[in-house]
């Protein structure tokens, strides 16, 4: 059984409803000063008839295997994948455009729960992780997402490499960010189907996923360091395509037809 701590991601695994809760622990100091959070998600779960329960501070502290959870733990039913057909044949968002995020090896929990919350914040469609070399959905990703690893849908595959071009036969483009990369991310056209693929924090991404992209972006640095951390790297891109994706076509856009582009994966 998953556990979730902290206020806010137990929030949202009840206001999202997509997963199972057993029971909800409350430290008994806690339930006995109830503040207008507490009351909010304790509502909540009487809504979701959630059994409720009140333990000791310290066996909470257990629980979680941290201090850290505010005084309430949650015990979910394990979370099942969804598969990568899902998010294929998933309807179009608002946009009119795919973009899904793939994740080739991050394995750093805090990296992952970040990238979480920016994918669920910038209008990602889905997420695609693997079997082996990624950090699991645990209670320090939901804490770091700050419970929108509730919200976001992901999907997990044996290989990412086969995924990618699963992708490509449903045309989606293939992009990843590498330091050494070209063009610029902001040169790049979002206003398509897309999947971002990020490589493993240190290493980047591994040789096979770069030669399976169709285009390499690249960051560009103008301080002393070569590259962002890969959840802020993450972020960036993000946010870039959803800047242009909700840009509106002026008219010579609108009518200009969109050029055939090959990849360098193609």
Known sequence: MDVLYGLHPVEEALRAGTRQIDHISVAREREARRDARMERLL???????????TEPRVQLD?????????????????RKFLALEDLINAPVGPSGYR???????????HNFGALIRSADGSGVDGIIITERRSAPLSAIVAKSSAGASEHVRVAQVV?????????????VWIVGLDERGTPDYTDF????????VLG????GLHDLIKRTCDHLLRIPMA??????????????????????RRRPLTPPEASKPMKPRKGLGS
């Open 200 to 203: 493993s924090e240190g290493a």
């Open 62 to 78: 257990k629980h979680a295997k941290t201090d850290m959870h505010q005084g309430v733990v949650a015990f979910l039913r394990e």
């Open 223 to 244: 301080g002393s360091v070569s590259s962002l951390n890969v959840s802020v790297a993450g972020a960036v891109v993000m946010y870039e395509a959803l800047r242009q």
């Open 99 to 109: 973009f899904f995020l793939a994740l080739d090896g991050v394995e750093d929990p």
């Open 43 to 53: 509502d909540l779960a009487s809504a979701a008839k959630v059994r409720v329960v």
């Open 159 to 171: 290989n990412l490499t086969r995924a990618l071009e699963t992708l490509k036969k449903a045309n």
């Open 189 to 196: 056209d979002f206003k398509q189907d897309t999947c971002l």
